[in-house]
């Protein structure tokens, strides 16, 4: 697609298929083609340990493929032949095995956090200490190799021990890899030649430039339209290199710029985005998708204010503590809070919010639906009708309605 300009709407249009929204949806039950396909479009998957309704990261797949066997991810992750591994991509991540060589760059940096910086420097020999505990009897969680050691109450607030603080260093250093997570969703570290494939770790090191550009490449496929900091955040790229990178893409013409409508930022689109004629369907969306990541771009494009509110004091939150936005087509119409209530198999709804001008009844059934679906998706029994918002009203009207409740 060539362009020079793009109308909003337009925009819209690419991004969300760029993100694979409007691929057709499964006939039957997902397969690994359709899992392939998905992390083809996003290019990565966020990773969260906040299982208040279901991981981050399954999510995004669900909003794509309607219910899927979660299974589907795990084997793609965590059992051979790997489709993906845990590094820092995007915050914690899920990222295809062939990118693994493009991010070697930040495995050979100085780790971010000062903290585990300072750790490794103090503390030389525990790493390697913690290291060949790992080579000679991995795969090992930090709790399986833990000595009797003082926590560092100065962490951030986790209370690591210095073997954790050790087997994370050593994973962003790329010396160590996740080869699964346990039953309380803590990482299981082994040497990466025992968790990746050998033509992964046979591939060559890019240059730190040739990685920028892969990166920044991929990002632009699975955005479709962006502006130079999207194109950044999305690996969470340094400026210099990110800029760089664009500039290089652009002189070859895998990037082209284009003007959108409304943007006071220079965009840039992808050579292969798909510009649909409509967007169809109805999903909640993960506060960790791709799709909002970055806020600014939500706003810009949706105008929908979104910020998520777990980290703000109960008091002081407006939608509530896990809010999914709804997405109808190409337009965001409400937000809704959830939680998962596993002992009692009910999918509790907090709060149920209206975006201003959309058709309140209309919302509320598609709505009600999506929640009954996803629902049953969690293995939960029912949905509680909600607890308040201003929607909350008519979405309960719709359930009630949907069960045969006069």
């Known amino acids: 697609m060539a362009l020079e300009s793009l109308s909003l709407a337009q925009a819209r249009r690419v991004a969300l298929a760029a993100q694979g929204f409007t691929d057709p949806a499964p006939t039957g039950v997902p397969t690994a083609r ?17 299982n208040v309704l279901q991981r981050a990261h399954y999510l995004p797949l669900y909003s794509r493929l309607g219910p899927y066997p979660t299974e589907l991810l795990d084997r793609a992750a965590y059992r051979r032949p790997r489709l993906l591994f845990e590094y820092w991509g995007h915050e914690a991540s899920l990222i295809p095995v062939e990118l693994q060589p493009a991010m070697r760059w930040r495995m050979a940096r100085e780790h971010q956090w000062g903290g585990l910086r300072r750790f490794a420097e103090e503390q030389p020999d525990l790493v390697k200490w913690v290291l060949d505990e790992v080579r000679e009897s991995g795969p090992l969680s ?3 190799i833990e ?4 926590r560092d109450k100065s962490n951030w607030g986790w209370n690591w021990s210095s073997v954790k603080q050790a087997l994370e260093y050593l994973f962003w250093a790329g010396e160590v890899s996740a080869a699964a997570r346990n039953s309380s969703f803590a990482r299981v570290y082994d040497l990466p030649e025992r968790v990746l494939p050998a033509s992964v770790l046979a591939a060559p090191t890019p240059t730190e430039a040739e990685a920028h550009r892969t990166l920044v490449l991929v990002a632009a496929r699975s955005l479709g339209v962006a ?4 194109l950044r955040d999305y690996f969470r790229l ?6 760089s990178a664009i500039a290089s893409l652009v002189e070859s013409g895998e990037l082209l710029p284009v003007r959108v409508e409304s943007w006071k930022q220079p965009a840039y689109l992808h ?3 798909k510009l649909p004629r409509w967007v169809r ?3 909640l969306i993960s506060p960790f998708d791709p799709l909002v990541w970055e806020r600014a771009r939500t706003e810009r494009l949706f105008h929908f204010t979104y910020r998520i509110e777990i980290y703000v004091p109960a008091p002081q ?3 509530g503590y896990y809010v999914l936005p709804f997405l109808q087509g190409d337009r965001f119409t409400a937000r809704v809070d959830l939680k998962a209530d596993r002992k009692a198999g009910i999918l509790r709804v907090p709060a149920a919010w209206a975006e201003p001008g959309v058709d309140r009844a209309a919302t509320a059934r598609a709505l009600a639906a999506e929640l009954q679906r996803l629902a049953g998706w969690l293995g939960l029994e029912r949905v509680a009708p909600p607890d308040g918002g201003d929607l909350g009203g008519p979405v309960a009207a719709a359930l009630a309605s949907a069960a045969g409740v006069p």
């Open 147 to 150: 000595r009797d050691e003082p």
């Open 281 to 283: 369907g109805d999903r």
């Open 227 to 230: 502006a130079e900091f999207e």
């Open 317 to 319: 939150r407006v939608y």
């Open 271 to 273: 050579p292969e985005a």
């Open 238 to 243: 340094p400026v210099a290199g990110a800029r």
């Open 34 to 50: 359709h899992l392939r396909r998905v992390v083809g479009r996003t290019g990565l998957l966020q990773m969260d340990s906040v």
């Open 142 to 144: 930090a709790a399986e």
